[in-house]
C-alpha cells in the first residue's frame, strides 16, 4: 500500500555525496540531540530510514534503532555503514510495514511522510507510528510548510533554490494536493546538467494534528526547527511530536 516513487540504483549511489552538507555533525547534531532525547533508555524506529543519514549516527550515540525502507538500493548503501545486527532494516513500506517490538520513538524525517501520496496513506503511516510506540512514545515529523503564500494568482511555480550547480523549483496541483519537485543539478566535471523531478502530497500542520488524532495520538510539542525555535507565521518548516497516551 503505498504510492511512493521507489529510489533507484543511480539515486541511491548519489544520495550521500549530494546530501553531504545535511550530513555533517553540525548540521545533525541537534537533530540528534533532540531525537535522543525523546528516545531516552528506549528504542527508536525510523520510517524511511533511506541511507541511514540520521539513523546511522544516532545508533551511534547508542539508541538502538531500527529502519523501515522502500528501496533496497538504499538499503543496500546503509548496509555499508551498519550491519543487521548493528541495524536492523525491513524492506517496506512505512504505512503498513510491521517490525518486531515496542518503541520509545518513531521518527519521519526531511518531509518523507510527502513521498505518500494520498491523504489516506498518510493517516495509515499515523496508524502505523502508533502501533509501533509504546505507551508514552513519540512520533515525530520533520516536514516544509507548504509555500502558497509565495503563489500569485494563475503561478504554479515556486523556486526553492538558485545556485551554480543546483536550480530547483516546485510546481503545485492545488486540487490534488500535489507538488513536482524539479531539479537541475550539475556535473562538476562534465558541466552537464542532470533533470530529475519527485511528487510529494504536501499537508498543513493541522491536517497532521487531524491524522494524529483518527491514530489516537495527541500533540505535544511543534517547533520550527531542531534547534526548538518557536513555530510562527513565517516558519518554513515544522518538527512536530504526537504523543501516545500512557
Given amino acids: 500500500m503505498t504510492s511512493s516513487e521507489l ?3 543511480a539515486t541511491a549511489d548519489r544520495y550521500d ?4 552538507e545535511n550530513s ?3 548540521a545533525l547534531g541537534p537533530a540528534l540531540d533532540f531525537l535522543a532525547g525523546l528516545a531516552g533508555d528506549g528504542r527508536a524506529l525510523e520510517f524511511a530510514i533511506g541511507t541511514g543519514r540520521v539513523g546511522v549516527p544516532l545508533r551511534e550515540r547508542g539508541v538502538p534503532v531500527a529502519g523501515i525502507e522502500l528501496s533496497e538500493h538504499m538499503a543496500a548503501v546503509l548496509r555499508r555503514k551498519a550491519d543487521e545486527d ?4 525491513t524492506i517496506g513500506d512505512m504505512a503498513t510495514t510491521v517490525v518486531p517490538g515496542e518503541f520509545s520513538l518513531v521518527y519521519l ?3 518523507t ?3 505518500l501520496l494520498t491523504q489516506d496513506e498518510q493517516v495509515e503511516c499515523f496508524r502505523n ?3 509501533h510506540l509504546r505507551p508514552g512514545g513519540r512520533f515525530v515529523i520533520e516536514l516544509g510548510v507548504p509555500p502558497l503564500r509565495r503563489l500569485p494568482p494563475s503561478q504554479t511555480a515556486v523556486p526553492f533554490d538558485v545556485s551554480d550547480r543546483h536550480l530547483g523549483f516546485d510546481t503545485f496541483d492545488l486540487v490534488e494536493q500535489i507538488l513536482v519537485s524539479h531539479h537541475f543539478t550539475r556535473d562538476d566535471g562534465t558541466g552537464q546538467y542532470r533533470r530529475d523531478n519527485s511528487r510529494h502530497r504536501y499537508a498543513w500542520p493541522a491536517e497532521l494534528d487531524l491524522m494524529a488524532r ?3 495520538l495527541e500533540l505535544e510539542r511543534r517547533v520550527a526547527d531542531w534547534d526548538g525555535a518557536p513555530f510562527v507565521q513565517d516558519s518554513q518548516k515544522h518538527i512536530s511530536v504526537w504523543r501516545k497516551p500512557a
Avoid: F, K
Fill in 129 to 131: 507510528a502508533a502501533r
Fill in 214 to 216: 483518527i491514530a489516537g
Fill in 113 to 115: 511522510i510527502s513521498n
Fill in 109 to 111: 524525517v526531511y518531509n
Fill in 17 to 20: 555525496t549530494e546530501e553531504a
Fill in 24 to 26: 555533517s555533525a553540525d
Fill in 7 to 9: 529510489w533507484s540504483r
Fill in 86 to 89: 548493528t541495524l536492523p532494516v
